[in-house]
């Protein structure tokens, strides 16, 4: 048992405890405090609402922005597929050609100034593009006759009631003009027709130094269902030029395809015109002299049989080896383990000689084969 001054120590040592573990359960109810105060912190930052500027920008829409700017968030990712579709330099050659083309046609046409300017080329779907189209407006249906496929050529209704009141000699009314609810009649049908066919001659000329193509107006529509000449998931090049007489005037867009304008893709992915993509004519020619010249092999086949095995091993000196042939049975003619042809066997003097029978096999091989082994090692 404890002596009363060990139990007066023993007292002051537990006293001293009690004050330690105290204060280790004060701190220790300060940070759980702490830790309680930021969970209820955070979860008043998850539960915060998102205001009208936040959700557009995450969804990549900007009211502000025109037509032209750049996608971003949500909207990115589901044009994105339009965005990978590769540039073709040509085509934007041939529509920098159009515009000088058009500007002096439609100046002869009108007998009045008229300016003719690219506002823009670019990819969409074909239809966005038909939902897109501000009405009323004409869409001609055009027909490129060496493609075998088709485009669109619309025209606004501004563009349309310029044309018109200039090649009647209407007033020059400043600012934009009043559209009618209602429809085109024949006379503005046959001018705007005549107006179209003026722009696709010149589509003709400006196409001319890379392919010959003629455009063919097919019909003309004012309703977009009726003008459906492609799915509307599918990609088409869009080139809008801005017409403007004076103080009026208005848009032309020519509707591509991709799979119409697919024939002439390998020129349209030139960067200039006569582009060879690396290849020289110098060498190719020197090349193909040399191969006309060199000396090949040509065997002249008699016949050929199927004999067992046993056979050859017991062939002796003097044994006869019978061929199902005639002296003027046609023999056959290979170089290289190719057959190319076929000829009589004969003899001048003491030489054994062929005449050919026929002309020679047409190549299995063509330069299109080797070309595309081209491609396909581009395209790894």
Not at 18 to 41: Q, R
Not at 112 to 117: I, K, M, R, T
Not at 298 to 314: C, T, Y
Request: net charge negative; hydrophobic share 40%; aromatic share 6%.
């Amino acid at each position: 048992m404890a002596e009363p001054g060990e139990q007066d120590k023993l007292s002051d040592d537990w006293g001293t405890g009690d004050t330690a573990s105290s204060s280790g359960d004060t701190d220790m109810s300060a940070e759980w405090a702490a830790m309680l105060e930021g969970d209820g912190a955070e979860g008043a930052a998850a539960d915060r609402v998102l205001n009208q500027d936040e959700i557009d920008s995450l969804l990549g829409f900007d009211p502000n922005a025109g037509g032209v700017a750049e996608l971003t968030g949500v909207q990115a990712l589901i044009n994105s597929a339009l965005v990978s579709y590769e540039r073709l330099p040509m085509l934007e050659i041939v529509f920098d050609r159009l515009v000088r083309l058009t500007t002096t046609s439609l100046r002869n046409f009108t007998s009045d100034n008229v300016e003719v300017a690219l506002d823009s080329i670019s990819s969409v779907r074909f239809g966005d593009y038909l939902n897109s189209i501000p009405l009323p407006a004409i869409l001609s249906v055009i027909k490129a006759e060496e493609w075998d496929n088709y485009g669109l050529l619309t025209v606004d209704s501004a563009l349309i009631y310029s044309m018109i009141d200039v090649l009647l000699g209407g007033r020059r009314v400043g600012g934009a003009i009043r559209v009618e609810g209602r429809p085109y009649t024949t006379i503005e049908l046959a001018l705007a027709r005549r107006m179209i066919e003026v722009i696709l001659e010149d589509t003709h000329r400006a196409f001319e130094p890379v392919t010959e193509v003629n455009f063919k107006v097919e019909r003309l529509e004012t309703n977009p269902r009726f003008a459906a000449i492609s799915r509307p998931a599918n990609a088409a090049i869009l080139i809008e030029l801005r017409i403007e007489m004076d103080d009026r005037g208005g848009k032309i867009e020519i509707l591509l395809p991709y799979a119409t304008i697919e024939p002439i893709r390998e020129q349209l992915l030139q960067m200039y015109m006569g582009e060879k993509f690396g290849r020289d004519p110098i060498w190719e020619g020197h090349l193909a002299t040399e191969i006309f010249a060199a000396d090949v092999e040509v065997d002249a086949i008699l016949h050929e049989v199927d004999l067992p095995l046993s056979r050859i091993l017991n062939l002796a000196p003097g044994e006869t080896v019978m061929f199902e042939r005639s002296p003027n049975d046609p023999i056959k003619l290979r170089c290289g383990g190719v057959e190319i042809t076929e000829a009589i066997m004969g003899h001048i003097g003491n030489h054994v000689s062929v005449r050919v029978a026929r002309p020679l096999n047409p190549p299995k091989v063509t330069m299109a084969a080797f070309e595309s082994i081209d491609d396909s090692r581009d395209t790894r």
